[in-house]
């Protein structure tokens, strides 16, 4: 995924690194911890939390704005379904 959002930005996968630490902290990283990153990225697999949120977001932007619900959202809508039947069995039933 990180590949496939870094190609829809038009960067490199450390440029993609840098935004997302740059939209999580406020800052860009320095080099030794940007460089420790991106080398247990390459060696492991292993994803930072900031880039796993940054490239989240990003997946899932496209999708709300067709108005369309994204499977994570799924759980909540359910939720808000049943409640709002609930309520509305509940009006029905003090009404009469």
């Known amino acids: ?12 996968d450390r ?3 840098v935004l997302a ?5 406020g800052h860009s990283p320095g080099q030794a911890e940007l460089e420790c990153c991106l ?3 390459v060696r492991r697999g292993d994803i930072p939390f900031w880039v796993r949120g ?10 709300r704005r067709r108005g369309l619900c ?3 959202d799924l759980p909540k809508r359910v939720v808000e379904g049943l409640l ?3 309520a509305l069995e509940l009006l029905s039933y003090l009404s009469i």
């Open 1 to 12: 995924m990180i590949h496939h959002v870094a190609g829809r930005l038009g960067c490199s």
């Open 15 to 17: 440029e993609l690194f």
């Open 21 to 25: 630490y740059r939209q999580w902290y």
């Open 39 to 41: 080398d247990l990225f």
């Open 54 to 63: 940054f490239v989240r977001n990003h997946l899932g932007r496209p999708t």
């Open 70 to 72: 994204h499977r994570r």
């Open 84 to 86: 709002l039947i609930a």
